[in-house]
Structures are given as structure tokens and as C-alpha cells.
């Protein structure tokens, strides 16, 4: 029986197809993240022990902790938080 991996079959696209990049790179800490702040990514996978692969706008991909994306808020969402 194949196991399936959480976030696989169409994590982060939307219905018509398009990569929806809803995450945005938070971490500043090492040297080689530092220019990566703030720019637009999308969460592939998650993995056990908190781990994700994340892509970049660019394709670069990068497998890092959990801790370093946030959720960017879209402007319904923003609206009923307020």
C-alpha cells in the first residue's frame, strides 16, 4: 500500500492551474537567507519533524523548518481579522 505524503496532489495551486504563492520567507538569520526576506514562496510539502520544501518564484527550492514561511493574509482575510 503506497503511503501518501501530506501537501502532495495540488498543495499551493489553484483551480485554474496557476502556482499560488501564498507564503512569504520570514528568516533573516544565516548570511545565504538574508537576500530570500520577504519574497513570495509557495509550501510543496510537509514533512515529519517540521520540515517543508519550499519554492521560490525564481524555482529555486529550498527544504527548511516550518518556521521559516508565514501565511501572507489576502485581503478577505484581513477584512473579518480587523
Keep these: 500500500m503506497a503511503r501518501r505524503v501530506r501537501g502532495e496532489g495540488g498543495a499551493g495551486v489553484s483551480d485554474r ?36 520544501l519550499v519554492e521560490f518564484v525564481d524555482g529555486y527550492r529550498v527544504v527548511t523548518c516550518r518556521y521559516a514561511v508565514r501565511r501572507v493574509l489576502r485581503a478577505d482575510e484581513e477584512a473579518s481579522a480587523a
Excluded: E, I
Design 17 to 52: 492551474g496557476a502556482a499560488v504563492f501564498d507564503h512569504v520567507w520570514y528568516w533573516r538569520t544565516r548570511p545565504t537567507d538574508s537576500p530570500r526576506k520577504g519574497q513570495r514562496c509557495r509550501v510543496l510539502v510537509r514533512g515529519r519533524m517540521n520540515n517543508v
